[in-house]
């Protein structure tokens, strides 16, 4: 009820009478209009969730250690590895430990030749109809062959903001971080920006 | 139209007080005024000193009143009065010859010199205007005024009010000292 009409910056929509009861609580005389202290509230509110997108960083957000795959791996040893660790995705290293890529679900579906998004019903109704199932395409084939690349990467310093802006512009689910240096230090998921606004709440 | 429309005011007014806080501000501010008129009546009934102007009325309001008001805080009273009546004094002894003059300059440059200094309290213009309307007593006081009456008087209100306000559980006076 409450959470469902809370966006960003806009704060809860307080009544008058909410304010007016509010003043009755407080002992003493308040010299201040209804009105004019919502205009406050509501000031200070947007203030507020803005302090608080912007004060915690992808530092810490992101989990560590990361999870990740080598290029040179056959697509049913990495398929292994996403399954073993139940990810739905990993970055892609090379002999130097460099990241050069990210690997996903997604990946492996597009090589699969299916549209972007599609449900487990699309894939489970081709499979059904179409005896060659296509994930076959898939075989004999190395990570380095379908990986995303070149990947798209965060520093440690972004805002969950930044964070949470790249996700939905760039339809990703999960975002390398990478220090100055180079080096893959953290990832961060989706499921760590959500738990991130349900601590946010929390708090509050 | 939009000139005239925000004339018609789209607020309301804050709720009652409840009859607890009505007792005590009457208390206190029976007590503050009570303190200085018996010093300026019984004490200085002989003498040419004075303890007591009417903009104190004003003041009892905010600081027995209104106690939670930024305008009734400590550094709003003493530093609102006395600012106010070294203005209001000054402005009498450049201005006498023309006394609109001198009782505009007063209360303007008061109301200003109070919000530049984060002292406004209302009651302040009203001391600046009795420095310039005021008896020729008062007139007579010249920069003393500043002094006694005002800064004196709003202390020994002042000192009422600390008293008396933080004697019921769920009030408190002041919010902030400086």
């Known amino acids: 009820m409450v959470t469902t009409d809370r966006r960003q910056g806009t704060p809860p929509d307080i009544s008058e009478k909410d304010i007016i009861e509010a003043m009755k609580a407080v002992h003493g005389y308040i010299d201040i209009t209804p009105g004019d202290f919502r205009q406050i509230y509501q000031v200070a509110y947007t203030m507020a969730v803005k302090r608080l997108l912007t004060s915690i960083k992808a530092a810490d957000l992101m989990s560590t250690p990361v999870l990740k795959v080598k290029q040179s791996l056959s697509l049913a040893q990495a398929a292994d590895f996403l399954a073993e660790h139940h990810i739905s995705g990993a970055p892609v290293i090379d002999e130097k430990e460099q990241i050069v890529g990210v690997v996903s679900e997604k990946d492996f579906l597009r090589e699969m030749g299916f549209n972007v998004n599609p449900s487990f019903m699309q894939i489970a109704t081709h499979c059904l109809h179409d005896k060659s199932c296509m994930i076959c395409n898939l075989r004999g084939r190395t990570v380095a062959d379908i990986m995303t690349t070149p990947p798209i990467v965060g520093t440690p310093e972004l805002t969950v903001s930044a964070v949470s802006t790249i996700f939905t512009e760039q339809k990703l689910n999960r975002l390398p971080i990478l220090n100055s240096q180079g080096t893959l230090v953290g990832i961060v998921t989706r499921t760590d920006l959500a738990h991130a606004c349900h601590a946010l709440e929390e708090e509050s | ?178």
């Open chain 2, 1 to 178: 139209m939009k000139f005239f429309q925000k004339m018609r005011g789209n607020d309301q007014s804050p709720p009652v007080v409840g009859p607890v806080e009505i007792i005590w501000s009457w208390i206190g501010s029976f007590s503050g005024i009570a303190a200085v008129s018996i010093i300026h009546y019984k004490l200085f009934n002989q003498t040419d000193l004075m303890m007591i102007i009417g903009s104190f009325g004003a003041s009892a309001v905010l600081i027995y009143g209104a106690i939670r008001s930024p305008l009734a805080q400590p550094r709003n009273l003493v530093g609102g009065h006395i600012l106010s009546a070294i203005v209001g004094v000054t402005a009498f002894q450049l201005f006498s010859q023309q006394p609109w003059l001198a009782a505009s300059l007063a209360v303007s440059t008061s109301i200003a010199l109070m919000h530049l200094t984060k002292t406004l309290h209302p009651p302040g213009g009203a001391t600046a205007l009795i420095a310039v309307i005021g008896s020729d007593g008062i007139h007579n006081l010249g920069y003393f005024y500043v002094l006694m009456p005002v800064a004196l008087g709003a202390t020994v209100m002042l000192f009422v009010a600390l008293i008396i306000n933080n004697i019921p559980g769920k009030r408190r006076y002041p919010e902030f000292w400086l």
